[in-house]
């Protein structure tokens, strides 16, 4: 399989902490994304970072990649008890036209 | 972004029925993707669909089992053939950004199927 691994699998913080998520892949890729994805239900798309980019911010999310590792990690600021839920890695590969899931984060916030 | 609509919702069935999930766009899309999450696990990539042709399969997913059809630019159907429980699943459609070299997709909210 050519499925990302990530880690931790779960992750249980209090507000006001920052969430780490860590993703590594197997394969070239054109770009590698993050999804959350809340109690079973759809993805919804939270940052894309290319791979000639080293690191990207939006908010209180920064992602960073490490191509030379094939690794990417996910660092979520200040959390709050809604950014609960299953975060994903995605990678595009080259030409990008389908996405591989990493195996996901579940992460709990506590109020 | 792309508003996107799946039906049914969620479904209980027999095993050895066939279940048909509809998955609706509110623009044309060239490729739609349908993918499969079993429980507590990621997302796999069943087969993308084009309008216009035959749906083109990843490892591990056929036709006979998962017959697509993509009948216009906005619609698309997923069926789930002779389902037994490891066909208990959320199912999820998703399309592209429309600056598609991004590789950005946005995701319907999900089938979730079990099977008795």
């Known amino acids: 399989s050519q499925q990302g691994e990530e880690d931790p699998q779960a992750l249980s913080i209090q507000e006001g902490e920052n969430a780490t998520m860590n993703c590594s892949y197997k394969t070239s890729i054109n770009n590698l994304q993050w999804y959350r994805q809340n109690s079973g239900r759809g993805l919804v798309h939270l940052i894309l970072?290319?791979?000639?980019?080293r690191e990207k911010h939006s908010g209180r999310l920064r992602v960073t990649l490490d191509t030379s590792k094939k690794s990417s990690s996910l660092l979520i600021t200040a959390s709050r008890a809604a950014d609960t839920a299953s975060y994903f890695c995605?990678?595009?590969?080259?030409?990008?036209?389908?996405?591989?899931f990493g195996t996901g984060t579940r992460l709990q916030v506590f109020p | 972004s792309a508003v996107i609509s799946q039906k049914p919702s969620r479904d209980i069935c027999q095993r050895g029925t066939s279940l048909t999930i509809q998955c609706q766009v509110d623009?044309?899309?060239?490729?739609m993707f349908w993918y499969r999450q079993q429980p507590g696990q990621s997302l796999t990539l069943i087969a993308t669909?084009?309008?216009?042709?035959?749906?083109?399969?990843e490892s591990g997913f056929v036709i006979d089992k998962f017959p697509i059809s993509r009948p216009n630019l906005t619609f698309s159907t997923l069926t789930v053939s002779n389902m037994s429980p490891e066909d208990s699943s959320i199912y999820l459609c998703s399309v592209p950004h429309r600056a598609f070299l991004s590789g950005e997709q946005f995701f319907g909210p999900g089938t979730r199927l079990t099977v008795l």
């Open positions: 669909a084009n309008q216009g042709s035959e749906a083109t399969y």
């Open positions: 970072i290319r791979s000639n980019e």
């Open positions: 623009s044309q899309v060239t490729m």
């Open positions: 995605a990678t595009a590969g080259v030409p990008a036209d389908k996405l591989i």
